[in-house]
């Protein structure tokens, strides 16, 4: 596990250095949270940003406006419906439907 560690740590090294490939490493935050969320919510977040960059491509101007309102209204929406649906299926437990 160690050496594993290791050369990913020079990988990561390697890449911030001013090269034409810095700009395709993926931030530790990035890394990170790849490991710790469900796969549906990293899915969600590719998706999300792969919309986010197409947009910014074809109108700066509303992308600047509207982005974070929008994604943030979406997470937003997903935790709820994830919860309401969790609320739901401990009430239909309880009741043992």
Do not use: C, Q
Not at 5 to 16: C, D, E, I, T, Y
Not at 56 to 69: A, K, M
Request: without cysteine; glycine residues 8%; hydrophobic residues 55%.
């Amino acid at each position: 596990m160690r050496r594993v560690s290791r050369a990913v740590r020079v990988v990561f090294w390697s890449g911030r250095r001013k090269t034409r490939s810095r700009r395709w490493m993926p931030s530790a935050m990035g890394l990170g949270l790849g490991w710790v969320v469900f796969l549906s919510n990293a899915l969600a977040f590719t998706i999300g940003a792969l919309i986010a960059s197409l947009w910014s491509r074809i109108d700066r101007r509303t992308h600047d406006s509207y982005n974070i309102p929008i994604a943030s209204g979406l997470v937003a929406g997903e935790s709820m419906i994830k919860a309401f649906i969790a609320m739901a299926a401990t009430a239909l437990g309880l009741l043992n439907l």
